[in-house]
């Protein structure tokens, strides 16, 4: 390792973090670098080192390598169908610019790791709008003091028309929390519990979970939301609710959502990104054998397919196990290699790992709908820089 190039890339991170910050898009940040299993940078900027973060969509690697545990163990099958385990997606309905239809093929469980199954987030066009009716009747009951339990919301989410038929095209949405949903069932146990037993505890992620018991509570970070801000210089202003169907994470929730429910530390998520970057060992544990997360370096999305991601900051990347893969360098205009692969968060956290170079890089922020695309490729280029 280069010290001196390790000392620059890190002081090149905190200059560009505290460019934005000054700028007012964001209250501050964390992150880390690990190389060769060595955490090489750790800088926090407005944070304490313990401060505990939403996570929001980072949850979703968290759920692909639960399943991935089943999958390893013979508990799950990619090409079986969803209704297998889940019977009320056996029947599904196709919204069109004609009407309702049938789907022209059941969702199999691949689908739900390619985010090729239709089932969509709540949005504007007509699939996302009657999601759009749901999530707000179910978050309004939270707010009066009512849960919906996870399987019963997969239940409702089954109720509404998909936007497209299965393996027509890619769009973010809810298969993840569908996966967790059949974690659960395959499991027999909550996902809760399931991510304690297998991937929190042995890996040493002790402040991460989906709330933040009451003696951490205080290390809980403000939620932001982002704003025009027009009679401020800020960019952002404390967000006054939450969204997606999720409660305040100050006590254990209904609705375990494997898509975006998770709370962690910069530390406790560095763990988790490092075993990745070596092949499912950490912390002296080994989660997943070398050739499960071999399945997460392969792009698994068809041109097709391809040609829908519309996320700007992931140009030149692939899809699968609800996670970018990195593709085309051309077309990224970032450094990284073939195989790379990790995710973000509505909040702004971003991650990843590269087996190929023992390398794992997380950053935590928190305000709802950031996203810079610019300040990412700047961040990541950094990182690789200590590469030699």
């Not at 209250?27 to 060769?36: D, I, N």
């Not at 297998?198 to 002790?206: A, S, W, Y």
Request: net charge negative; with cysteine.
């Amino acid at each position: 390792m280069n010290s001196k190039r390790i000392d620059r890339a890190a002081d090149c991170m905190e200059a560009i973090l505290r460019e934005e910050i000054a700028l007012g898009g964001l209250p501050g940040a964390s992150f880390a670098v690990l190389y060769h299993g060595v955490t090489v940078m750790k800088r926090h900027i407005n944070y304490a080192p313990d401060a505990i973060f939403r996570v929001y969509s980072m949850s979703k690697p968290i759920t692909a390598v639960a399943a991935q545990i089943l999958w390893e163990r013979g508990m799950l099958d990619w090409s079986t169908p969803l209704s297998h385990y889940l019977p009320e997606y056996a029947d599904m309905d196709v919204i069109t610019e004609h009407g309702l239809e049938k789907a022209n093929r059941p969702i199999y469980l691949i689908d739900l790791l390619r985010m090729t199954s239709g089932i969509v987030y709540p949005g504007e066009d007509a699939a996302g709008a009657k999601m759009d009716t749901l999530f707000r009747r179910i978050q309004d009951e939270i707010a009066h003091g009512k849960q919906t339990p996870t399987q019963e919301l997969c239940r409702l989410i089954a109720e509404q028309p998909l936007a497209f038929h299965p393996g027509e095209r890619w769009r973010y949405g809810l298969s993840c929390d569908i996966m967790g949903a059949v974690i659960e069932k395959v499991a027999d146990q909550p996902l809760s519990e399931f991510y304690e037993k297998e991937i929190f505890r042995p890996l040493g992620m002790k402040d991460t979970g989906f709330y933040v018991p009451e003696e951490k509570q205080a290390r809980f970070t403000t939620l932001y939301e982002q704003t025009a801000g027009a009679a401020s210089p800020l960019r952002y202003k404390e967000a006054a609710g939450r969204h997606l169907c999720l409660t305040k994470c100050l006590t254990p929730p209904a609705f375990e959502s494997g898509g975006a429910g998770i709370v962690s530390t910069l530390d406790d998520y560095s763990k988790f990104a490092d075993m990745l970057a070596h092949y499912g060992v950490g912390n002296g544990c080994r989660i997943l054998g070398r050739k499960s997360v071999e399945c997460f370096e392969y792009a698994q999305l068809d041109d097709a397919q391809k040609k829908t991601i519309d996320f700007e900051h992931i140009h030149g990347f692939s899809y699968g196990h609800f996670m970018r893969v990195y593709d085309d360098r051309t077309e990224a205009a970032t450094m990284g290699d073939p195989g790379e692969f990790g995710w973000d968060g509505w909040t702004g956290p971003y991650f990843f790992a590269n087996p190929k170079e023992e390398l794992a890089y997380v950053l935590m922020l928190q305000v709802g709908g950031y996203c810079n695309a610019q300040m990412t490729r700047r961040l990541r280029n950094a990182v690789y820089s200590i590469v030699v």
